[in-house]
């Protein structure tokens, strides 16, 4: 293999680390191109990572793990249906002759060992590693807003959101806002504590399953997002060899990885039976009629987990078999169309994401999007709804923008298609025609997306309004009442004024020796500073004072 000719790269992944701990160290102050934001990676490189693969060449397993269920490998030849190889030391990559284009797929956490010596072999970006692991990040990174790139100058890095739904299963649902805030407020804080063991790596093995985002949509119903970061490179320009490397999240059964919220600790008699993930399937034309490509042939790992189930995820046999419906000649020489599955796999998810925002909506708008049909007297109920509309909005936005990225992949992706080798017209159509089709599709699930945002501005436009009115009408209710009581007061305030007034000690009424001018002379003074207080304007007054104080 081309790649690994240069001895002293192939066998030196310390050189690789110790390059990214020195670029960690550059500061704005010495470079426009510092290091900030590479501190973390450099950290995570230089603690894991073990000396003696250099002597060994063997890529380093912690625990145990089966070194298969982490990086898997395909070599592309044209006419053959490529099979996939579980990576266990270099001299696999370095006994294989790959003259074309070539898979590698790493699931789930990954060992520094495995990043250092992959990554000096193929001599990969750092930026991918950091891009995938940015849940490492314990630096002033996010805070500078630095953790960022602009696609112009990581056009050979793309990640994907990869979102899963699952269900708790609960047997009698009852939609419970409380209950859910609860349930949302205990998932926060779980999901917070989770990332602290993630930055931290404690208890995480190589191809353990890693969750960045655990959402929680009603009582039964939930999802996890998980990251899919492809990098892309030629090996050789000159023969337009080139290598993929697909970093997933998903890797071991979510049950045998961490836990987290999704297995509901506080419970785990139920998580443990009834939790489950929904499956989520691509698919094809006339796939009933092909039986012998139904199945894979490589069955997962069936590692005793007690008395428990699986939390299976359909992205979890992403790997096994990848690119059995597309042509063997076109994916080895295209690297767009050899990612045709996977993209097509994440689409297929992102639909049934929004298959269930949309019915959730629906739900929840109800008739909001009919003003005539809104309850203004149900004010506390309008609020949650306003509440819960404006957290799906913040939801679809941060897949929408996901989405927008993968369309201006695909509309500059001109760099890796001069990497293709494909002589023949009509496979060049096919590719073309492959990632249209791609493009296509995921405009589509932008539109869906766009109109279900629309959706919710809308809905929370007509809900304000509600409010507003609803507020305006208890004003005008309060007014109403207020009328009342000022009416029923004009009664009894000269009834009250006349009792007073003959009940008091007067000489005149026979009751005492104090005359009744006494009263008069008391009562008007009094009466006129009060209605001094009161209408007169005190801010001109002020400004008089100051007046003559400055004289």
């Known amino acids: 293999m081309d790649v690994g000719t240069n001895e002293s790269i192939f066998a030196n992944p310390a050189s690789y680390v110790n390059a990214v701990r020195k670029y960690s160290k550059v500061s704005f102050e010495e470079s426009l191109y510092s290091g900030h934001g590479y501190e973390s990676l450099a950290e995570f490189l230089h603690r894991g990572y073990d000396s003696e693969t250099e002597v060994s060449r063997h890529i380093k397993v912690e625990r145990g793990q089966v070194p298969s269920q982490f990086a898997w490998w395909y070599v592309l030849t044209p006419g053959q249906q490529s099979v996939p190889r579980p990576i266990s030391s270099l001299d696999i990559l370095a006994a294989t002759e790959a003259p074309y284009g070539q898979l590698l797929f790493f699931r789930g956490y990954p060992s520094a060992t495995w990043l250092a010596t992959i990554g000096s072999y193929y001599m990969i970006d750092p930026e991918f590693y950091r891009r995938h692991l940015d849940f490492l990040d314990t630096t002033t990174a996010t805070r500078n807003f630095i953790e960022s790139s602009l696609p112009s100058s990581s056009s050979s890095i793309l990640k994907l959101r990869l979102t899963t739904l699952g269900s708790h299963a609960v047997e009698t649902p009852i939609r419970s806002q409380p209950r859910i805030d609860h349930l949302r407020r205990t998932a926060e804080k779980s999901m917070k504590s989770y990332r602290n063991k993630l930055k931290r790596g404690n208890g995480w093995r190589t191809g353990d399953s890693v969750v960045r985002r655990y959402t929680i949509h009603n009582e039964d119903q939930f999802s996890i997002d998980q990251a899919i970061t492809i990098y892309f490179s030629p090996v050789e320009r000159s023969t337009k060899k080139w290598f993929i490397i697909i970093f997933m999240d998903c890797g071991e059964d979510l049950r045998a990885s961490p836990a987290g919220p999704w297995l509901d600790e506080a419970e785990p008699w139920k998580a443990n039976f009834h939790s489950h993930f929904f499956p989520n399937s691509l698919h094809r034309s006339n796939i009933v009629l092909q039986p012998q490509l139904w199945k894979d042939n490589h069955p997962l790992d069936k590692k005793k987990l007690g008395n428990t189930q699986r939390m299976t995820q359909s992205a979890s046999r992403l790997h096994l078999r990848y690119g059995r ?118 405009q589509y699930l932008m539109n869906r997306a766009e109109t279900l945002r629309l959706h919710c501005e809308r809905a929370m436009t007509i809900a304000m309004n509600s409010a507003s009115i609803a507020e305006a009408r ?72 100051r007046r003559w104080v400055a004289i």
């Open 325 to 442: 419906f597309l042509d063997s000649d076109i994916m080895s020489r295209n690297p767009i169309y050899a990612l045709h599955e996977l993209f097509a796999f994440v689409a297929s998810a992102e639909l049934q994401f929004l298959d269930l925002m949309a019915e959730n909506l629906e739900k929840e708008l109800g008739g909001q999007l009919n003003e005539d049909e809104i309850d203004l007297d149900n004010y506390e109920v309008n609020l949650i709804s306003q509440s819960n509309i404006l957290r799906a909005r913040r939801l679809l936005e941060e897949h929408i923008q996901d989405l927008n990225e993968v369309l201006c992949f695909f509309r500059h992706k001109g760099d890796m298609i001069t990497w293709s080798q494909s002589s023949q017209q009509e496979k060049s159509d096919m590719a073309d025609a492959a990632v249209n089709d791609l493009e296509q599709d995921y």
């Open 474 to 545: 208890r004003g005008i209710q309060q007014g109403k009442s207020l009328f009342k009581f000022t009416v029923l007061a004009s009664l009894y305030v000269p009834l009250s004024f006349t009792t007073s007034f003959f009940g008091m000690n007067i000489m005149q009424f026979g009751n005492g020796d104090v005359n009744i001018w006494i009263f008069f002379v008391v009562t008007l003074p009094i009466f006129g500073i009060s209605a001094l207080f009161l209408f007169y304007d005190w801010q001109k007054l002020h400004k008089l004072y």
